[in-house]
Each structure stands twice: as C-alpha cells, then as structure tokens.
C-alpha cells in the first residue's frame, strides 16, 4: 500500500520561512514525478511545485523565486523550502506522486496518489 506523509506545517510569521518534507513508501518513485500542491479554505486544489525523476522543476507563478523544491530518491522522499512566506500561502499543502514514469506532471488530475496534507498557516 502506497503511503505520502508529510511533515513540517506549522505557524509561522509572514517573512519567514518552513521547510517542508514528503516520505513515500509502499513502492520507489525513482522515475516518477512527485509534487506540492495546496489548497487554501474556499478554493481549489493548485499546484505549487512538481519535481522530474530527473530533477527537472515546475513551479507556480505565485510561488516562483521563494519556493524550492528538491528530492532524495535514495530515501523516496521529497521538500519543499518556503521562504519570504506570506499570508497568502497560508492552505494546506499536499505531496502527491504520479503512477507514471518519465515525466513531468503540472496538473493535480496528473497525480494518482496523495498524503493526507500538512497545514500552514503565515500571519500577517
């Protein structure tokens, strides 16, 4: 059975910064994309960071220069590093892991499998 947990959520203040992790097991996704999306109250799921089995990025435009997404295919997992964080970030963030190998998904309907999200909350 495949499993995403993350970790790192938290409050933080706006300026600040969180960094957060995704553990896979279940199965490797060396060669699959895996990827942070988030959905605030009221809104849709968006995608905020997706990353390549070759490291090849994505990012949202809101996102673009304070987030960095990595990966650690030794250890099945995947970040997220947030920084200069502002009171529109605040949602929770899911990781997701798509079942199909070689390439990069920008899309939520792209992904097959998800945790169970990790909530931020930045105070203005």
């Known amino acids: 059975q495949v499993q995403l947990v993350e970790s790192g959520g938290g409050l933080v203040q706006a300026g600040g910064s969180l960094r957060l992790a995704c553990a896979a097991s279940g199965r490797t996704f060396n060669s699959n994309a895996m990827g942070w999306f988030r959905q605030a109250p009221g809104k849709e799921r968006e995608s905020v960071a997706t990353i390549a089995w070759n490291g090849r990025t994505y990012y949202g435009d809101s996102v673009k220069g304070r987030f960095a997404i990595s990966r650690d295919n030794a250890n099945n997992a995947v970040y997220l590093q947030m920084n200069n964080l502002r009171p529109e970030d605040t949602a929770v963030y899911y990781c997701?892991?798509?079942?199909?190998?070689?390439?990069?998904?920008?899309?939520?309907?792209?992904?097959?499998?998800w945790g169970q999200g990790t909530e931020v909350t930045v105070s203005s």
């Open positions: 997701a892991a798509d079942s199909r190998a070689l390439r990069l998904g920008t899309r939520r309907d792209e992904y097959d499998y």
